[in-house]
């Protein structure tokens, strides 16, 4: 059973980087054809798929939020973490991270995500 575990400070100030990092057990980031991302909820809103890094390290971006956003991992300790740059107040929402596959490509609903962690609520704020 593979498990998800985000971890990272729950206030961030306005125009600073959010960086959260998720530990992955039960299973390896490496596996073949399985995605890693983060998706986030803003307060009363919907589900919104931020990126993925995949199994062989390619990452993909929302290209609403490509320009600020940043995903890597560290093969080592089973982890893969999320940069957002620049953030705002309209930033504040729940970070989750999840694990999508096998697929052959990446999919951005996040529906197709059936492993997640807990959820960290982030807020932006000075």
């Known amino acids: 059973q593979v498990q998800l575990q985000g971890s990272g400070p729950s206030l961030v100030k306005p125009s600073q980087t959010l960086s959260l990092t998720c530990t992955v057990s039960g299973g390896s980031i490496t596996s073949n054809r399985y995605y890693w991302a983060w998706i986030r909820q803003p307060p009363g809103k919907g589900l919104e798929w931020m990126g993925a890094i995949a199994y062989d390290g390619n990452t993909y971006y929302s290209p609403s939020l490509k320009s600020r956003t940043s995903i890597s991992r560290d093969t080592s300790k089973n982890q893969f973490s999320l940069q957002l740059s620049s953030v705002t107040p309209e930033d504040t929402a729940v970070y989750y991270c999840?694990?999508?596959?096998?697929?052959?490509?990446?999919?951005?609903?996040?529906?197709?995500?059936?492993?997640w962690g807990q959820g960290t609520q982030v807020t932006v704020s000075s």
């Open positions: 999840t694990r999508g596959g096998p697929w052959g490509i990446v999919v951005v609903a996040p529906s197709h995500y059936d492993n």
